[in-house]
């Protein structure tokens, strides 16, 4: 082994003097974290998995997370939701339009890494344009929903009643499994759109994306724990996606039904919003509509009393 | 009289042991790395919950406020079965008569800061006015504050003299003597703190007011309890310890239980030698509680607020 490296990066002559260096160097390889609070923490437990490509090649070691990692997490969004939902729409908007940017700046990264997860370079470079496209779509949503789905209503007493949606608080996701960057990105812009903080499980055999999205996430002025995203195995994790009391809302994106079963009944304990998006084409236009934000909304309503001023009068 | 006499026989506390810092640490982190399994660590939240002061120290403390936390001190979290209440309510003088009233015969002490809390900065006459008021009113115990700023001029006898005169003050009331480690710099000066207070009649050492910071950690707290095990060890004399500020996870409770058992042994492991000063530390551990009962992690939503 040891000759072996010496003769390939190190020409000697007879003399003992380099001759040559070799170009060969080795290629520093990312290590695939986690991300948790604005860090990129390694898993609590210490475990990895190597997801594998179609062709069989490992495309790396991966964070194999733990039920810590994602109480972790909830700790992190927890504490994020008040300054996010409090943050003025608008800078949400820009926050949002500031994450397509950085994606757009690293289009060929994401693209290289969709190819390792067997996409094509065609289907790569649309999935990245659409998940841009999408993040601006959200975007320009951040401050235009609330007056879509607000309401003055009309009541038969001398009250100002009106209904207005807000943040319903922390969400788990677990992400799509397949379209692991275009899935990924329709399901958290929504959630954040409308000022949640997340914890997503990014899809088991295609992570790559995931945790280069995560890079993005923070380098975009996104507060730290509004976005946590987790590696790992959904089949260990679900149930505490769900079972965990300080979720407000959980959203899981395939077509298991025993899954679908046990969070609907886990769900029951601290009545969670639950969602399914197991039936959804992220390419179409079906996969964008501001009713993904009202999904983890709540109505609130407030009544206001108010003086009778029609028979009142001009005051002036 | 008492203090003329403990003043003869005084210790010479230029001569505390100097404290290896980075020792000291190290060992302190040695603790936060035992396992402790599902029914231990069970029985050291029921422990830890069993061992707290739960403290309001605020200038906005209301009457409502404290008959509020004393029903909290009484009926932690009435949807757990067998669960301990707290060990003391600690507030301040004007607030001790409320207490004892909303405590009743529950058996939960109150304890009250006394002598100018925090700064301390008050004549000495005004500082046993203000520990005899509080003991007057019914307090069980008092919480006193070192004149930080005398001891760094090493007026150590100063120091010694007025822990000793809150002490005839208090009467049968236990005396915790708060150093404010987060004011003494080093653990040298937290050493010898501790050493002139239990010399002087304290009968707990407590680290900190919880208004500055740091407050309570645990090499500071190691070092105030290995004070308390070589008092021990000459006078026989056992000696309580209150860590206090800072300590909010049930997690970092548990290392301190650990660190009393390895330093102390078990007999300082109830509410008679040990106290943690803390008002959001109940409600986690009876999360953890929770959690253990239910395998699900819980929310601070479904917790009475304190």
Known sequence: MEKAIKKSSLNVSENG????????????????????????????????????????????????????????????ARGAVSGWSGRAAFNRSQILYRMAEMLEGRKAQFIDELIQQDSTKAKAEKEVNLAID????????????QQIFSAVNPVASS???????????????????NDSLLGLVSVIAPVIAGGNACIVLASETKPLC????????????????VV???????????????????????????????????????????????????????????????YFIMDTQEIKTTWHPVENIASAGAGY | MAIAKSSQMMHDFSLSPRIDQVGVEERASRFTKRSIKNESKENGLKLVLNMIDLTTLEGKDTDGKVKQLCYKAMHPHDALADIPTVAAICVYPSMVKVAKKALGDSGIKVASVA??????QAPRDIKIRDTKYAVNE?????????????????????????????????????????????????????????DIAMHAGADFIKTSTGK???????????????????????????????PAGGISKSKLALHYLVMVKEVLGEDWLNNEWFRFGASSLANDVLMQLVKLKTGQYQSANYFSVD
């Not at chain 1, 999408?134 to 929903?145: A, E, M, P, Q, V």
């Not at chain 1, 009250?159 to 992400?175: D, K, M, Q, R, Y």
Request: with cysteine; charged share 25%.
């Open chain 2, 212 to 242: 500055i910071q740091p407050a309570a950690t645990m090499p500071v707290t190691l070092v105030m309890l290995e004070a308390i095990r070589d008092f021990y060890y000459k006078t026989g004399k056992m000696i309580g310890m209150k």
């Open chain 1, 228 to 290: 946590n995203i987790l590696t790992g195995k959904p089949a260990e994790l679900a149930s505490w996606f769900v079972d965990h009391m300080d979720v407000n809302a959980t959203i899981y994106c395939e077509n298991n039904s025993e899954v679908q079963q046990m969070i609907r009944e886990k769900s029951a304990t601290n009545l969670k919003r639950i969602t399914f998006y197991d039936k959804i084409n992220w390419y179409s236009d079906e996969g964008q509509s501001p």
């Open chain 2, 115 to 120: 002598t100018a809390f925090p700064s301390g």
């Open chain 1, 134 to 145: 999408r993040l601006i779509y959200y975007s320009g949503w951040c401050d235009k929903f």
């Open chain 1, 210 to 225: 995931a945790v280069t999205f995560a890079e993005v996430l923070n380098s975009s002025d996104l507060p730290g724990g």
């Open chain 1, 17 to 76: 003097l380099e001759k040559t260096v070799s170009n060969k160097r080795l290629e520093v390889l990312k290590t695939y974290k986690i991300y948790i609070g604005g860090q990129f923490p390694r898993t609590e437990s210490g475990r990895f998995y190597q997801p594998e490509n179609a062709a069989g090649k490992k495309l790396a070691n991966v964070c194999l997370s733990s039920r810590k990692d994602f109480r972790d997490a909830v700790v992190s």
């Open chain 1, 159 to 177: 009250h100002f009643n009106f209904s207005v949606p807000e943040a319903t608080g922390v969400v788990s996701i677990i992400a799509p499994q």
């Open chain 2, 138 to 194: 019914g307090a069980d115990e008092v919480d006193m504050v070192i004149s930080r700023g005398k001891f760094h001029s090493g007026e150590y006898n100063f120091v010694f003299d007025e822990i000793a005169a809150i002490k005839e003050a208090c009467g049968a009331a236990r005396l915790k003597v708060i150093l404010e480690t987060g004011e003494l710099g080093t653990y040298d000066k937290v050493r010898r703190a501790s």
